[in-house]
């Protein structure tokens, strides 16, 4: 059976490119293997600093998957923080990794580039991600396309450690939707929690309409025909939309004689109607905390099952411990 892998930190609310990017192709997968999703609070301390935060947005990012379509019954749903024997696997993974890998690293020479400040969890992130991945076998992974490069180091890494102790990992392919690779933030950029560009999946129906007319568009009169490539509203329409509201939304677009004004206001209520099933499950969750705890609880317990064996394999390889 299949192994498909996939985390998500809990660094801030849930949003349309996380949706598109890596949930819902996670929870399609979970029919056709076994599916262990968990949520990186370890990956977010690297950015969230109040512990009150941290927990609360790690509690929302398991009812969101959940109200999303997540069946725990099906999948692992669990704390990456549950099995802490995560940083033993990186510490042994961290040994075979060359500098210049992590040096090399976009989302690193990005954070530098903007002058963030840099901390050692931030330039190891690829190690523990490569940890996250190799410790349960993951035959396949699915992520927004950002996460590209990161998935290529892991397999580097996975091929380093093998060369040297002998064939312990799995190496996991990244499974990328080019439709949905890449879902743009409200000013243009991938949309990102740290960027604080995102539509959220459980805003208020309100607060979402205000983000979506918020948009900057360009100064086009309203009776002139509005450019499509690169407009930010169209993307987002082919995102949400179905084919039929994304191509009478173009069409609209090309045409003239409608407003940005009338164009977001459509893009507005195409968002809260795809989003309103999922709110609703949303509002149940977040009412019912102890039966999420409770599937956490049982996926972390499912996750050591899947990850002692082969923590054990690779400290054995490496000659760590007394070898039996
Ligand atoms: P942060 O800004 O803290 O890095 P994020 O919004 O990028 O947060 P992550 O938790 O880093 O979210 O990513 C979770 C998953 O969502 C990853 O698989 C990532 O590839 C995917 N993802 C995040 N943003 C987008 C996006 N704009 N389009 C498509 N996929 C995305
Ligand atoms: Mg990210």
Redesign the pocket.
Known sequence: MKIFL????P??AL?L??Y???MQPAIELQSQGQAVYFI?DYH?LT?VSDPRLLRQYTFDVAAGFLACGLDPQKTILFRQSDVPQVHELAWLLSVVTPLGLLERAHSYKDKVAQGAEMNHGLFAYPVLMAADILLYHADAV??????KQHLEIARDIAHKFNDRYGTVFKIPEPLIRET??????IDGR??????HN?IELFAEPKALEKRIMGIPTDSTPVADPKPVDGSILAQLMQTIGTPAQSESFTARMRAGGCGYGDLKKELSAVTKEFLAPFQEKYRYYQAVPAEVEAILDDGAKRARAIALPVLHKARAATGLGHGN
């Open positions: 996939s985390g998500i930190q660094s801030g949003h490119g996380n598109f990017g890596a990186a977010a950015s699915p992520v927004g396309k950002d996460q949905t690779a890449i879902v743009p933030g991938k949309m990102s929690k740290s960027y995102t």
